[in-house]
C-alpha cells in the first residue's frame, strides 16, 4: 500500500565522508512525490555521492535517509524500492532487448511466471517506444535506443523512485534534446519520482520541476527552475545557473544606489537587502540591449565580437574599467539590425534586471 507521506525521499542532517575527504555535508532535502528533481553542480560538489546514497551504493558517514518513510540506511540497493540509469546504459552485450529488460524481474523472490515477466517486459518496452525491438540485439541500435532499452530496464520493475546519473551524456545534441522530451513525458505518464544528476544547466532547466544546485558538499538552493535563474540566492548560483556578466560596486546608504569604480550611479530601483559597502552586481545577457551609445548610460563600450546564432545573437563588449560584457538578442523581438564589431554602444537594462550579492560571497 502506498505510504500517505507527502515525501518520497529525506535526507536529514546527512553528511558523507571518504577518511579525511568530506563529500557531502549537513545535507537536508525533501523530495515530494511524483517529483523531478535535478542535483545540479560541477564536478566534486557532491551530486553523485547523494544519489548513490539514495541508491544503496554508499551509506551516509552521519545522518538519515528515508524512502517513503522507511529509515534506509544500512539498507542494500537490492532491497530499496528505487531503480538506476547509469550515463553508459550498463546493458548485457550477450542479450537481447528482451532478455536486458526482462533480468530483474527473473532475479526477484518469489519467482514470477514467465507469462507475467512477458507482459510486464512488453508494457515497458511500450512506455519507451520500443514495441517490436524485443530481439533486437542492443549493439545493432543507436544511443537513443539503448537509452530507452536502459530506462524500460529500469521501471519494469516498478520502483518509488528512478536515479538517473548523468544518462543522456554520451548523446548528440539533437538526440539529448529529443530523450529530454521523452523523459518528461515518461515521467508524467509513469507518475514516479525522478532524481536527476547532472552538470548540464540546460538539461536540469528543462526537464525538472525542481532544481537543487549544490557545491562543496552543500546545497546552495533549491527552487523551480524559473526561481533558480530569476532569483538566486547567490553569487555562486548566479554564475553557475547560466550566464552573467559581473562587477563590482558600492552599494550608497540608501540601498537604492550603486556607484561604479569610476564614480557613476546605477540606479537599483528598490532599496536591497544588503548593508552599505561593496557589493557585486551580475547581469543576465538576455536583460541588456544594445543602442547607439550617447554617454548618458553608466555603460558604455566598443562591440569587439558578434556572433550569429540563428534564433539569437551574441555581443562582446568592451566597456573601459569593466572589461567584456555578453550580451545576447533575440531575433524575435523584432530588432532588425545588427550592431558589428567596431561600433560604439551603450548597454541599457531596467533596475529589476540587477542581482545584487554581498562582496564577500564566493562563486
Do not use: W
Amino acid at each position: 500500500m502506498a505510504s500517505a507521506l507527502p515525501n518520497d525521499i529525506e535526507f536529514r542532517s546527512v553528511t558523507k565522508a571518504y577518511g579525511a575527504v568530506t563529500a557531502v555535508r549537513d545535507i537536508n532535502l525533501a523530495i515530494p512525490k511524483g517529483s523531478f528533481l535535478a542535483l545540479l553542480g560541477p564536478s566534486g560538489c557532491g551530486k553523485t555521492t547523494c544519489l548513490r546514497m539514495i541508491g544503496g551504493f554508499e551509506q551516509p558517514s552521519e545522518g538519515k535517509i528515508l524512502i517513503d518513510g522507511r529509515e534506509m540506511n544500512g539498507v542494500p540497493a537490492y532491497r530499496r524500492p528505487v531503480n538506476m540509469v547509469f550515463q553508459h546504459y550498463a546493458l548485457f552485450p550477450h542479450f537481447n532487448v528482451e532478455q536486458n529488460v526482462a533480468y530483474g524481474l527473473r532475479q526477484m523472490r518469489p519467482r514470477i511466471s514467465e507469462t507475467e515477466i512477458t507482459r510486464r517486459v512488453a508494457e515497458a518496452l511500450s512506455m519507451v517506444r520500443l514495441d517490436g525491438f524485443a530481439k533486437r540485439r542492443t549493439h545493432e541500435m543507436s544511443g537513443g535506443q539503448q537509452q530507452r532499452v536502459a530506462l524500460a530496464r529500469a521501471i519494469v520493475n516498478r520502483p518509488a523512485v528512478l536515479l538517473l546519473d548523468e544518462p543522456l551524456a554520451a548523446l548528440d545534441k539533437k538526440l539529448r534534446s529529443a530523450m529530454q522530451i521523452e523523459l518528461q513525458t515518461l515521467q508524467r505518464e509513469l507518475g514516479i519520482t525522478f532524481v536527476l544528476v547532472t552538470h548540464d544547466q540546460e538539461e536540469a532547466l528543462s526537464m525538472a520541476d525542481q532544481v537543487c544546485v549544490m557545491s562543496a558538499g552543500r546545497i546552495r538552493q533549491i527552487g523551480s527552475p524559473q526561481a533558480v535563474y530569476d532569483r538566486p540566492a547567490d553569487l555562486f548560483v548566479a554564475d553557475f545557473v547560466g550566464k552573467i556578466n559581473r562587477f563590482s560596486a558600492v552599494l550608497d546608504a540608501d540601498r537604492l544606489t550603486a556607484r561604479l569604480a569610476d564614480g557613476r550611479a546605477l540606479s537599483l530601483g528598490t532599496a536591497r537587502d544588503l548593508a552599505p559597502g561593496r557589493i557585486e552586481l551580475a547581469l543576465r545577457p538576455e536583460a541588456i540591449r544594445l543602442e547607439k551609445a550617447d554617454g548618458e548610460h553608466p555603460l558604455s563600450g566598443i562591440v569587439t565580437h558578434r556572433i550569429f546564432l540563428g534564433s539569437g545573437v551574441e555581443y562582446a563588449v568592451q566597456v573601459e574599467g569593466f572589461g567584456d560584457f555578453l550580451v545576447t538578442s533575440d531575433r524575435s523581438s523584432g530588432e532588425t539590425g545588427l550592431a558589428a564589431p567596431g561600433d560604439a554602444v551603450s548597454l541599457t537594462f531596467g533596475p529589476a534586471a540587477i542581482h545584487a550579492f554581498h562582496a564577500s560571497e564566493d562563486a
